[in-house]
């Protein structure tokens, strides 16, 4: 970390989990979750650095412990995700004739997403990354396209299965109305983009929905779809 004279180069950029009222994935599921969030530090260093956190450590007590680490974290850390997401924004500042500045940097990732249970854990990572590096370089990426970059960041260059739902609502925040019809899709700096606006009934106000985090008994895919905790949210909101 920096020293506290320097303090105020850090960049903290956050966002959450999410949930939905209805089955994953659907253009029309919506909800986010605000006490569980990934967050990426950046800060002014004199080379490009791209820091361990808990999730990606290699070095244990014992073998038990790696094991135990594996059950909980799965085989891949989130430090793919950051140098993934760092590259994809190089080429599009490339691609759009955006010139960045020399200054280098050391960026790191912390999450208390519960993972492998369907919260978007990965995505809220890349665009916590994605915000980090904005506001480090002095870029603005359209908000509309920020959720197709992100997506091009998992499924082009991790092979990860997608759709822009959780990428929508982690760039947007709150309750968003997604249209993905064709006579409503558009394409910007060469991304399709849906049409999305913000939507906040009165009664979701009141809305709140406990989790407890339980660890995965085998390490599954992020590709999973978690239908079942989707169908318990939609109870709740709909019961009297």
Request: aromatic share 10%; charged share 25%; glycine share 6%.
């Amino acid at each position: 970390m920096p020293d506290a004279a320097d303090s105020s180069s850090c960049l903290c950029s956050c966002r959450p989990g999410r949930q939905s009222l209805r089955r994953l994935p659907r253009p029309d599921d919506f909800g986010c979750l605000e006490n569980f969030q990934a967050e990426t530090i950046l800060y002014e260093w004199d080379r490009v650095e791209v820091l361990l956190s808990q999730e990606d450590q290699s070095r244990f007590d014992s073998i038990y412990e790696l094991a135990d680490d594996v059950r909980l974290h799965g085989y891949y850390g989130g430090v793919r995700l950051v140098k993934a997401t760092i590259k994809v924004f190089v080429e599009y500042c490339r691609r759009e004739g955006v010139a960045l500045h020399d200054r280098n940097f050391a960026i790191r990732y912390t999450s208390n997403i519960p993972r492998q249970v369907g919260l978007a854990g990965s995505s809220a990572i890349i665009v916590a990354t994605l915000r980090a590096l904005m506001e480090f370089y002095g870029i603005e990426i359209p908000r509309e396209v920020q959720p197709s970059l992100v997506l091009s960041v998992e499924t082009g260059e991790l092979g990860i299965t997608a759709g822009l739902q959780d990428r929508v609502i982690q760039v947007y925040g709150g309750v968003v109305m997604m249209d993905f019809s064709r006579e409503r899709t558009r394409c910007v700096q060469g991304y399709e983009c849906g049409h999305y606006s913000r939507w906040m009934p009165r009664a979701f106000r009141r809305f709140t929905w406990p989790i407890r985090p339980t660890p995965a008994s085998r390490p599954r895919s992020s590709t999973i779809a978690f239908a079942s905790d989707s169908t318990l949210v939609t109870r709740r909101w709909c019961r009297p």
